[in-house]
């Protein structure tokens, strides 16, 4: 399909690689997924599937709740590779590198990405990875949120998957980011003014918080 087109690779992960190419004469990316050896190659090859179909559909989905993704060029089972559209800017984890993260901006930043997480979260998609490293910011500005890297996914009503999603998100604000307390706050506040349930999800996180605690005395 896309013979002879050069492929930048800018991200080697656990369980794949994102390389930077063209589609169809557009800037593009593309997200391949490799086999686990020691995984048994019938169940890889089922989980390898089922990641790069949640991740397309659930792209699509983040879209039609009228978030910002990339969007999807094509999803090539044969080959478990998903293109999708190259977002020009960065992402929020490099942002924060850059400035005060207690400036009335960056709390602001903190603020709508809340919201963004609530409204996802509001049409049932948990994104199972909330890093500031899987948002990012179209053409390095600040208004413009796009929600990255669905491939661990999917669909659900629970509480406990909303505030374990949220959970994610804080332990990631507080190992990536120094002092980032008011800045993971401040998401609370988006994430409660904007979603259905604020109240019962926030209740939720702090029994999540409570048994991460627990755990981490136990070691
Ligand atoms: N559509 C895109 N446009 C621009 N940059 C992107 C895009 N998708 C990913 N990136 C960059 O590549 C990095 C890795 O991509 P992504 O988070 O999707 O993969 P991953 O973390 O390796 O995947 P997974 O968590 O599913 O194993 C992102 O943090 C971002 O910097
Ligand atoms: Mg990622």
């Known amino acids: 399909m896309n013979e002879g087109t050069k492929e ?5 992960g656990a369980e794949g690689r994102v390389y930077r190419t063209q589609f169809q004469s557009k800037d593009a990316i593309v997200k391949e997924r490799f086999s686990k050896k020691y995984r048994h190659p019938e169940l890889d090859a089922k989980i390898t599937r089922s990641r790069l179909n949640s991740e397309g559909r659930n792209i699509e989905k983040c879209r039609q709740l009228g978030l910002d993704s990339p969007a999807v060029f ?17 992402t929020v984890k490099e942002h924060l590198r ?3 993260t207690n400036s009335a ?19 049932n998609i948990i994104h199972g990875d909330l890093t500031t ?12 949120i796009v929600m990255i890297d669905f491939g661990l996914s999917y669909i659900s009503t ?23 307390e008011e800045l993971f706050s401040s ?16 209740d939720r996180l702090n029994q ?12």
Do not use: W
């Open 208 to 219: 999540v918080r409570a048994r991460g605690r627990k755990k981490s005395m136990l070691g």
């Open 98 to 100: 850059l400035v005060d």
């Open 74 to 90: 094509l999803v090539d089972k044969h080959n478990s590779r998903l293109y999708m559209e190259y977002i020009e800017g960065c």
């Open 133 to 144: 490293s899987n948002i990012m910011l179209r053409e390095r500005d600040v208004q413009k």
């Open 8 to 12: 930048e690779l800018i991200s080697q």
């Open 158 to 180: 629970s509480l406990e998957d909303r505030a374990v999603d949220l959970y994610v998100m804080e332990r990631a604000f507080l190992s990536t980011h120094p002092n980032s």
């Open 105 to 123: 901006e960056a709390l602001d930043l903190a603020l709508r990405i809340g919201k963004a997480i609530a409204t996802l979260h509001d049409g």
């Open 187 to 202: 998401l609370l506040t988006g994430y409660v003014q904007q979603s259905k349930n604020g109240k019962g999800v926030s």
